[in-house]
């Protein structure tokens, strides 16, 4: 008997996505209080990506390239693949 795979909501991936892992294979990331920072694995700014986990999941943004906010783990996997929700 095979087992149920169980469909995930973005929501569900948001909050149990373990995004320091894969951006930590992207980028050194250096432990500042609750918050780690590095290069952007995007635009390649050495300290401007900054990546903490909040109660609804990990979240990250770059001061030059996402300055317009903290994105979800979501975001990133889309942004790193070059693919969109769909």
């Known amino acids: 008997m095979k087992a149920r795979q169980k469909n995930m909501n973005s929501q ?16 050194n990331l250096k432990k500042s209080g ?8 995007f635009c390649g700014g050495r300290d401007r990506f900054n990546l903490t986990r909040k109660p609804n999941g990990w979240r990250w943004f ?25």
């Not at 569900?12 to 980028?27: K, P, S, W």
């Not at 390239?65 to 929700?85: H, P, Q, W």
């Open 34 to 41: 609750a918050f780690f920072i590095g290069a952007c694995p």
């Open 62 to 86: 770059c001061r030059h390239c996402a300055n317009d906010g903290y994105k979800t783990s979501l975001d990133y996997v889309m942004r790193r693949e070059g693919i969109d929700f769909k």
């Open 12 to 27: 569900e991936i948001n909050q149990t996505f373990d995004l320091l892992a894969l951006a930590q294979a992207d980028t």
